[in-house]
């Protein structure tokens, strides 16, 4: 199957970029990133609340930090980072965040790998899938399943989703471009080990400790970095 994706992908004439972003790249829309200073809501980790356990345990917990997490979203804008890789025609948006910003900035291609926060789902056989971003939902709702609603957001010892379609995307990559992330995250940093040899690659981050085999580090804030490098691609790609 991903012989086959490779092979549909390749057939295409246009230049293929792929851009990965991380929490990072919505930073300085002013959504936490969870990890490190800040990271915290009433005294609670991510790890505390983004499990399946925890939802368990106690659902209306969790669901009152999302709830907390669509009014940060909702009140936010898309920043210049998010503006920049939209701007990039076709260019295929890869992202571990579950907030939205890239398709509200314009980008219209986007595989969402750890959920959406406008989304919540049943916890039945189907998973079907239930768009929430109009307001705040009732607390304990259960859907058409006959189940409770969970956030559909992939929780800490779940199955990441499309990355078989990502990866294969990757992997015919002429561009990588990865933004706002450590690649501390797995099984979706494991990603950028699919780029080509002769692809162009840019990892932007703050800070990083292991830089990707053949990846350019650029370090700084993503709204710094980002519009340099796609105003770059684009005038070369317009000079063809």
Same mark, same amino acid.
């Given at each position: 199957?991903?012989?086959?994706?490779?092979?549909?992908?390749?057939?295409?004439?246009?230049?293929?970029?792929?851009?990965?972003?991380?929490?990072?790249?919505?930073?300085?829309?002013?959504?936490?990133?969870?990890?490190?200073?800040?990271?915290?809501?009433?005294?609670?980790?991510?790890?505390?609340?983004?499990?399946?356990?925890?939802?368990?345990?106690?659902?209306?917990?969790?669901?009152?930090?999302?709830?907390?997490?669509?009014?940060?979203?909702?009140?936010?804008?898309?920043?210049? %980072?998010?503006?920049?890789? /939209?701007?990039? #025609?076709?260019? &295929? $948006? +890869?992202?571990?965040?579950?907030?939205?910003?890239?398709?509200?900035?314009?980008?219209?291609?986007?595989?969402?790998?750890?959920?959406?926060?406008?989304?919540?789902?049943?916890?039945?056989?189907?998973?079907?899938?239930?768009?929430?971003?109009?307001?705040?939902?009732?607390?304990?709702?259960?859907?058409?399943?006959?189940?409770?609603?969970?956030?559909?957001?992939?929780?800490?010892?779940?199955?990441?989703?499309?990355?078989?379609? %990502?990866?294969?995307?990757? /992997?015919?990559? #002429?561009?990588? &471009? $990865? +933004?706002?992330?450590?690649?501390?995250?797995?099984?979706?940093?494991?990603?950028?080990?699919?780029?080509?040899?002769?692809?162009?690659?840019?990892?932007?981050?703050?800070?990083?400790?292991?830089?990707?085999?053949?990846?350019?580090?650029?370090?700084?804030?993503?709204?710094?970095?980002?519009?340099?490098?796609?105003?770059?691609?684009?005038?070369?790609?317009?000079?063809?």
């Amino acid at each position: 199957m991903l012989d086959e994706a490779l092979d549909a992908i390749r057939r295409r004439s246009w230049e293929r970029i792929v851009v990965f972003t991380g929490a990072g790249v919505s930073a300085d829309s002013g959504i936490p990133t969870f990890r490190g200073a800040g990271g915290l809501w009433r005294n609670f980790r991510a790890e505390d609340l983004a499990t399946p356990e925890a939802f368990a345990r106690d659902p209306a917990l969790v669901w009152e930090w999302y709830e907390w997490r669509r009014g940060l979203v909702r009140d936010a804008q898309p920043n210049a %980072a998010h503006l920049a890789i /939209a701007r990039l #025609d076709r260019a &295929l $948006v +890869v992202t571990q965040n579950v907030d939205a910003l890239h398709e509200r900035a314009g980008s219209t291609r986007v595989l969402h790998v750890h959920g959406e926060l406008a989304y919540a789902r049943g916890t039945g056989r189907t998973n079907k899938r239930y768009r929430i971003d109009g307001g705040p939902i009732a607390l304990g709702q259960c859907c058409e399943e006959g189940t409770q609603l969970r956030p559909d957001i992939v929780w800490f010892g779940e199955e990441v989703q499309h990355m078989e379609e %990502a990866g294969a995307l990757v /992997a015919s990559a #002429d561009k990588v &471009l $990865v +933004v706002g992330t450590s690649l501390s995250v797995y099984p979706a940093a494991g990603l950028v080990e699919y780029a080509r040899a002769d692809a162009e690659k840019f990892v932007n981050a703050l800070e990083m400790d292991d830089v990707p085999a053949g990846f350019t580090f650029r370090a700084g804030p993503a709204t710094q970095m980002i519009p340099a490098i796609t105003s770059r691609w684009l005038e070369a790609n317009h000079h063809r």
